[in-house]
Structures are given as C-alpha cells and as structure tokens.
C-alpha cells in the first residue's frame, strides 16, 4: 500500500478520536464524524475507503512505522 498524503484536518480528527478511545471517552458522535471524514476523503482522493482508513490509523497509532515506509 502506497504511502497517503492525509490532510492536517483528518490526523488530528482521528488523533483525537484515538485520545478518546483511550480515555475511554469517544462518543458515537465523534466516531461518526471520523468515519464520514474518511469517506469523503477516499472519495476526493479516489482511493479505496478501507485502504485510507487502516492507512490514517497506521499514521496516527503508529508513526514510527510511517515514518520508516
């Protein structure tokens, strides 16, 4: 899988949601409001939904990986 350009708009919604999921706090709401995000961008960006979601997860849990792709 090619690396993604993800926008600064979408790692920080989903580096939010992470928070949240950690502190045992994420609300259907936010989770809803990721799931349309990544769904508009793999559209936009005509690339397959589940390829930018596992990718922007990769990015946001863990960069190292990333950063070493």
Not at 10 to 16: C, F, G, Q, V
């Amino acid at each position: 899988m090619a690396t993604i350009d993800f926008p600064a708009d979408l790692l920080e919604l989903e580096r939010s949601a992470w928070a949240a999921q950690q502190a045992g706090t994420l609300t259907t709401k936010q989770a809803a409001a990721v799931h349309e995000a990544i769904g508009a961008f793999a559209e936009q960006a005509a690339l397959p939904r589940l390829d930018v979601e596992m990718g922007l997860k990769k990015a946001v849990r863990h960069p190292e990986a990333v950063a070493e792709s």
